[in-house]
């Protein structure tokens, strides 16, 4: 690959799944695995296989997808942790081991209690265990940006002489600027040994909002190869976002002079995307995917664009895969039409998948006058929970007024054919629907969060639920959307009391709590 060529290595999979909220089902893994090969990322990271047996199965689904990216996996410097990221990844054609282990003096004090010298030794024995396996090996200094200066350019050195291909250098909580990171990057290019043999990486939180500008300075500086997520989403404040990093580095391809592989008309669709199977709402202001990002609302704006669009846009809506009308389909669109958007949206369905997609929407279509892109992204995601049943919501009443108790009554049709139906009298309309479900199921939740949000715009819109709700100690989370909200809330509810029962089902109950345990599976 010529020096001028800047890798994108996705994390979506692995550091932003890790966000609270963001975890994805193998499915929606799966899914989210497509759309980054579509997009042409060079790495997809896929998990941290030795973290659950969920994250394991998802790592190893997604290498036997085999959809052209390197497919990887996260480890630590122990040979179980190694073992087993090689066993997940080696069905992809091209796979890589990424192991890391911490090196700040606060990390060495207070978590590893470790000194210099062993955990140097901890990673060159772990380098070359990863490398006897596996080809592709990345190594990571964490927390990186917080390391002694003359410690990290010896680490880095004794990585490489270990057999690392890729070094990677974290900004673990987001504490660097711009300016002291292109002199760590020179720093490290001008003082490790054989430091061009390898592809010198940068990942970045956005701890301080710098994510972006702080991997556009380690580029400058030398690094070919930028980790990044969809929507910026990660751990605490996120990560660096992966269109905004593409964009600013095509945008500005005079300045940086390098390029990246990225099919950037798929940027919108795979946003769009992620942000619907994670529930994670992308601000209207939100760079590149937002939608505002090329609205221009002020008039002299509006003026200036008329004259030639370029006085106020410096890059094209089509560029980033976004169709100005975003309003798309109607009651009289038929299934070729409908299906080509699904597509274009960044959804793979099988036949059986897009008929009762295409029946919801002419549902919908019968209640609603303009459909949008955001109607469409949430009865694909119906159908889908629907589709990994055992439930199915299959009517509800709710009746609700100032003055008296809120009444809901539920019927639920399981795979089988078996009905159910229950009613629940409470204070308000949702909390009667959910009491309805839980006695329906016999799935006792306590709810933690609830989000509403308009899936799009205008009186009709549908609005969007996203519940997070704890059973034995383990949260779930679950969306739904429909253009009434108790009805919204109540599928997200039944989605959460199915992935308990899936859950039930493959005999995982009895495994340990931990925010993230096993829900990859289900
Ligand atoms: O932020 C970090 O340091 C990481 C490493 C494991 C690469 O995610
Ligand atoms: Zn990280």
Avoid at 320 to 326: K, Q
Wanted: net charge negative.
């Amino acid at each position: 690959m010529s020096d001028d060529r800047v890798k994108i290595f996705d994390t979506t999979l692995r550091d932003g799944e890790q966000a609270p909220g963001c975890s994805m089902t193998l499915r929606e893994k799966l899914r989210v695995a497509k759309a980054l090969s579509d997009l042409r990322v060079d790495v997809i990271e896929a998990g941290f296989p030795a973290a659950s047996p969920g994250d394991f199965e998802a790592v190893q689904g997604i290498a036997e997808l085999n959809s052209g990216p390197i497919v990887c996996g996260l480890a630590r410097c122990n040979p179980e942790d190694i073992e087993k990221v090689h066993a997940a990844v080696k069905a992809a054609d091209r796979h890589r081991i990424h192991v890391f282990v911490a090196t700040s003096a606060i990390h060495r004090q207070y978590k590893l209690k470790m000194a210099k010298e062993e955990i140097i030794k901890s990673a060159v024995g772990a380098i070359r265990l990863a490398r006897e396996l596996c080809d592709d090996v990345e190594f990571s200094p964490e927390d990186a940006s917080r390391t002694e200066l003359s410690y990290l350019a010896e680490v880095v050195a004794a990585a490489i002489e270990a057999g690392a291909t890729t070094v990677n250098i974290p900004d673990t909580v987001g504490y660097t600027v711009p300016t002291e990171f292109d002199r760590l990057f020179r720093y490290l290019k001008d003082n490790v040994p054989r430091i061009d043999d390898i592809t010198l990486s940068v990942h970045c939180h956005n701890d301080l909002g710098m994510a972006v500008a702080n991997s556009l300075a380690a580029v400058a500086a030398g690094a070919r190869q930028v980790e990044c997520t969809i929507n910026g989403i990660g751990e605490r404040a996120g990560n660096c976002s992966l269109e905004e990093v593409v964009m600013a580095i095509k945008t500005r391809a005079e300045h940086f002079g390098v390029d990246t592989g990225i099919e950037t008309t798929r940027l919108y669709p795979t946003a769009r995307l992620v942000s619907s199977i994670t529930g994670m709402p992308i601000p209207r202001n939100k760079a590149i995917v937002g939608e505002n990002a090329f609205a221009h609302e002020a008039g002299i704006h509006q003026h200036g664009m008329l004259q030639h669009h370029s006085t106020y846009e410096i890059m094209r809506p089509a560029d980033v895969g976004l169709s100005r009308s975003n309003l798309v389909l109607g009651k009289h669109s038929g299934r070729h039409a409908f299906r080509d958007r699904v597509r274009e949206l960044g959804f793979e369905l099988d036949e059986f998948e897009l008929n009762r997609a295409f029946q919801e929407f002419k549902k919908l279509a019968d209640k609603k006058k303009d459909m949008y892109d955001g109607d469409i992204e949430a009865i694909i995601m119906n159908v889908d929970s629907a589709s990994s049943g055992p439930w199915v919501l299959r009517s509800m009443q709710v009746s609700s007024g100032t003055d008296r108790p809120s009444n809901a009554s539920i019927a639920l049709i399981d795979e089988h054919g078996s009905e159910v139906a229950e009613t629940a009298e409470a204070s308000g309309p949702v909390e009667a629907a959910f009491e309805a479900l839980e006695r329906a199921t016999g799935v006792r939740l306590t709810l933690q969060k609830f989000e509403l949000h308009s899936a799009t715009v205008g009186d009709d819109a549908q609005g969007e639920v996203t519940v997070v709700a704890d059973h034995d100690g383990q949260p779930y989370r679950g969306h739904g959307t429909s253009v009434d909200i108790v009805e919204a809330g109540s599928r997200a509810y039944l989605e959460v009391i199915n992935r308990v029962l899936r859950r039930r089902e493959r005999g995982l109950d009895s495994l340990p709590a931990s925010s993230d345990i096993n829900r990859a599976s289900i």
